[in-house]
Each structure stands twice: as structure tokens, then as C-alpha cells.
T-cell receptor
Framework: EAGVAQSPRYKIIEKRQSVAFWCNPISGHATLYWYQQILGQGPKLLIQFQNNGVVDDSQLPKDRFSAERLKGVDSTLKIQPAKLEDSAVYLC?????????????FGPGTRLTVL | GENVEQHPSTLSVQEGDSAVIKCTYSDSASNYFPWYKQELGKRPQLIIDIRSNVGEKKDQRIAVTLNKTAKHFSLHITETQPEDSAVYFCAALYYGGSQGNLIFGKGTKLSVKP
């Protein structure tokens, strides 16, 4: 089966600019996750969707980060405006079931550098 | 809040030796504990997971043990090979909201020397 797709793979922007990431989950996976992985750390959940609804965005810095999954398939994550500390790899993952107990399949990630 | 501690942060072994990585978690309600392997520049991939109704699970050279009383779980890799070199992350499922979320440890960089 095709894996989780993400684009772009790399992005370099200056602070205060905006950036958007795109994710296409595995076909049939209802649950989609966005993670932030800072260098040398484990992935940290930003937001979780079940179909097109948000089920957990408690760790999302809502003053600058937003995400949507309008049709319950693809998702976009936006940062506006970016800060230096947003430099990280943004990973998208999907799973067949919700409740976190199903295997999460990760995409290749988008490496963001904020200068 | 929920926390997962992972040790050691780096581990170097000779090819053929065993490697052990340990994690502790804080939420006694956690019942699912996956381990992910992340090679340099690549995506994390699930290598093994364990649920709270069992104490040990094996898959070829990889095994995971779980002690729910002590709230810790460990990854054991036997007969290590150079291709086992990667960063390994443990995670625990945390039911802080309506759905479970995975909380990851900070990772262990395993180096297997030929």
C-alpha cells in the first residue's frame, strides 16, 4: 500500500513569514496526526483528527499554528508567523483506528528551518 | 502531565552483543506501548509494541518487556547488527483527552560497531 505522503520535504523561511505543509494519509485511515520533532527529541503531538473533526489540539500553539482536514482525507498545517523555535521536522501520521491503539504510520516529514 | 523517560540517550555496542533500552511512564492508565526505529533522515517505523495484558512479546531478535506495577518497559535487541544502528523511541498511550495520544521518549541513539 502507498504510504503517508508529505510535501514539501524541506522548507527554509525567515522568521515572521508564513509556511504551509501538506499531508496525504494512507487510504482508508480515519485518524490523522501532526507531530513536531525538534532535533534530538521524540515526536510531540500537535493535533489529531478523526475524519474531518479535531479530537485533540491541546498542544497546538493556536496563536500561530492552524490545521485543517476539510474533506476527511488530506490535511494542511500552517504556521503564521513563524518563529526561530519552530525549526523542526513536522511529521504527519495516520492510523486505521482511533483511540491511539492502532499502529501509526509516519510520513517522511517536512524539515523546516526558520532563519 | 504525562511523561515518558527513556535511557540511555546513547548506546554503543559491538556487533553480536545485546542492547537494552529502558523507559518509564507516569500515567498508570496507559495500556499500549510501541517502539519506533528512526534511521537518519527517515520516518519513524514501528518495530514492536506491547499491550498491558501481557508482560513480554518477542519478534525474532527483538523483545519488549512490561512491568505495569513499576511502570516501566524495555526493548531488548539480541545479536545486534550494523543495520540496527538508528534512534529508537519508546512511547506510551496517554488518555488525557477523549482519545488516546502517544507520548514519546526523547530517543536512544544506538550504534552497532562491526
Amino acid at each position: 500500500e502507498a504510504g503517508v505522503a508529505q510535501s514539501p520535504r524541506y522548507k527554509i523561511i525567515e522568521k515572521r513569514q508564513s509556511v504551509a505543509f501538506w499531508c496525504n494519509p494512507i487510504s482508508g485511515h480515519a485518524t490523522l496526526y501532526w507531530y513536531q520533532q525538534i532535533l534530538g527529541q521524540g515526536p510531540k503531538l500537535l493535533i489529531q483528527f478523526q475524519n474531518n473533526g479535531v479530537v485533540d489540539d491541546s498542544q497546538l500553539p493556536k496563536d500561530r499554528f492552524s490545521a485543517e482536514r476539510l474533506k476527511g482525507v488530506d490535511s494542511t498545517l500552517k504556521i503564521q508567523p513563524a518563529k526561530l523555535e519552530d525549526s523542526a521536522v513536522y511529521l504527519c501520521a495516520s492510523s486505521y483506528t482511533g483511540l491511539g491503539v492502532g499502529e501509526q504510520f509516519f510520513g517522511p516529514g517536512t524539515r523546516l528551518t526558520v532563519l | 502531565g504525562e511523561n515518558v523517560e527513556q535511557h540511555p540517550s546513547t548506546l554503543s555496542v559491538q556487533e553480536g552483543d545485546s542492547a537494552v533500552i529502558k523507559c518509564t511512564y507516569s500515567d498508570s492508565a496507559s495500556n499500549y506501548f510501541p517502539w519506533y526505529k528512526q534511521e537518519l533522515g527517515k520516518r519513524p517505523q514501528l518495530i514492536i509494541d506491547i499491550r498491558s495484558n501481557v508482560g513480554e512479546k518477542k519478534d525474532q531478535r527483538i523483545a519488549v518487556t512490561l512491568n505495569k506495577t513499576a511502570k516501566h518497559f524495555s526493548l531488548h535487541i539480541t545479536e545486534t547488527q550494523p543495520e540496527d544502528s538508528a534512534v529508537y523511541f519508546c512511547a506510551a498511550l496517554y488518555y488525557g483527552g477523549s482519545q488516546g495520544n502517544l507520548i514519546f521518549g526523547k530517543g536512544t541513539k544506538l550504534s552497532v560497531k562491526p
